[in-house]
């Protein structure tokens, strides 16, 4: 079946990095979009960034650009949200998700979802 499995969640102070990483299995990555999506407490999840199937076009929500960078290494399987200066309105969950066609924040839930990590910024 399909997984998609997040690492690099963890604690970090404002101002610093972290870098994550979403390793699918079970389905032919470089044919799927890739998007971020995040989760704080008491709040919705939000739409972070996504990158195309092909090409490698990217979108981000108006909050981190500048900050996030998406990327992906199709021979590996995997998709990178690296992340600058984070402040503590980062702190959520982060999820992955793939889907056939490309993500937004408008597009419909996506076909698949990883399990999320955590991540904590302190101010």
């Known amino acids: 079946q399909v997984q998609l499995v997040e690492s690099g969640g963890g604690l970090v102070q404002a101002g610093g990095s972290l870098g994550l990483s979403c390793t699918a299995s079970g389905l032919t990555f470089s044919i799927y979009a890739v998007g971020w999506f995040r989760q704080a407490p008491g709040k919705e999840r939000e739409f972070v960034a996504s990158?195309?199937?092909?090409?490698?076009?990217?979108i981000y929500v108006d909050s981190v650009k500048g900050r996030f960078t998406i990327s992906r290494d199709d021979a590996k399987n995997t998709a990178y949200l690296q992340m600058y200066n984070l402040e503590p309105a980062d702190t959520a969950v982060y999820y992955c998700?793939?889907?056939?066609?490309?993500?937004?924040?408008?597009?419909?839930?996506?076909?698949?979802w990883g399990q999320g990590t955590q991540v904590t910024v302190s101010s």
């Open positions: 998700a793939a889907n056939p066609s490309f993500l937004t924040a408008y597009t419909r839930p996506p076909a698949y």
């Open positions: 990158i195309s199937a092909i090409g490698g076009a990217s």
